[in-house]
């Protein structure tokens, strides 16, 4: 459980500071994007605890995950003046974000006893709806359905955590290769363009 | 129950089916025409079983109405090259899943002893807000606020509910008929562009 | 307790009309500015309790809340001819819900015993999220998101209701403080365009 922990954490602090640098594009107020931190880093396992019924959602009653929100956001808004290019720096931290949170959420399902298929769509919300509000909030269109690989990696990378949980591997380095997976997965994904089959023709689009 | 779980299942694929077509009509990738299809087929009733408590939700105890979604999703992609107005085919299965989750949502508020207004609330909130996620995550504007009637039909639909009810109509009757005349009213609405009265004068728009 | 129910019937209906106001400017027909003006006064505190798990949401088990909007919104539409300038008249009733609304929200977090800053976190979602439904519901973004200090007012509010409920003032006048100062400091934020600092240089805009 030691190792989920510091997971969560990892996770909460990256989403932060991808929606920290996801707000200061768009120029908000140092609110507005202490806000969008929070809500891209804290989005996904709400709707999640919400879904399953872990009410009061878990920073009601435990303020470090707002405080990791906001040590991130800080570290954001410092490090911005030396930062050349939001868009990687966003697309790094997202990407290690989706890997980690991906990871909780399974374990979530798993806690409940739920299906491989509900644990694997519960790791994909706790991943991907905190970037989802994020760009609507920001008037974005959602990353999740642009051209580039995004839910898909967290669905690849919870089939991954069930084969090798079934193969009877330990915990943590199930944990370990799966989020491995994921951020490597979707850096690459977005280098080489990688897409998953359309049914158009290509002259057609 | 038995003819309401029949209900339920039909308007799981009706829904699908829409959301894969809208989804098809914005050239989304595989993937994203599934997710389209499950948010449009099972957002209804994820918020409203999420309002009145019911949590964990179904479908995550229950992995039929996933498999409908799929199912549904894959027929809808077999049958693309053959269809040429997708618009159309939107419109009837639409309306469909509009009828049939209506009466759904109803009986979850009567299961529930919620007065009879509610009850119509819920029906509506099951019918109309799939379709509301899945128009706001393409970027559309939601159906529900353009000028054909939409949350009004299902509105309509849950008065005659109650009224057949009140008169004693056995439910398998009220349910029939109150889902019929949801999908009616919202074809015809469309066909013959009703409106409800607005406020403003012709010559001010 | 008594001072509670009159602030949340106050704020409902403030909220109520604004959104009316909102879905007017937009020339929604009656049952679309019906629709709205619900989502706005009652969405706040849907997600509040959704997220606080007290399910099923008020506004089904007690139909006073809904018979309030209604009664507001028709009060809106007879006024409509009268009222020249709507953007004025919205963000009037708009301050005013936010005010009542985040001493509202306030109260439901101290009854559950949560953290002051989680309290005003609940305040802060109870106050704003009606109105940002409503402003994506209507395409319009957020208003939360804008330049004007709007989520920061009821923030600052929640801090001045924990000072003086600190000092030992009796319940009803830290609410009432509270929200006059929420109210005032929001019309006075609008007026003189008041701006929370930015970290952008003004040249760079």
Redesign the interface.
Known sequence: MESLRIIDIVGTAAFSIAGAFAA?EK??????IF?IAFVTALGGG?LRD????E???K???D?SS?MIVLLSTIAA?LF?RVIKNYHNVLLLFDSIGLGFFTVVGIQA?IA?G??P??CI??GTITACFGGVIRD????N??L??E?D?Y??TCIFGGVIFFILKKIGLPIMPVEVICLVTIVLFRLLAVRYHW??????KPDN?
Chains 1, 2, 3 share one sequence.
């Not at 919400?50 to 019924?53: C, H, S």
């Not at 897409?195 to 158009?200: V, Y």
């Open positions: 200061m120029k908000l107020d140092v609110f507005g806000i709400t919400t879904l399953i019924g009410v009061p959602v920073w009601m009653l303020l707002g808004l911005t399902g409940l739920l299906h298929i509900v769509t519960l609507i909030s920001l008037n269109i959602p999740i359905f051209k690989i839910a898909t897409q998953l089959p359309t049914i158009w689009q």
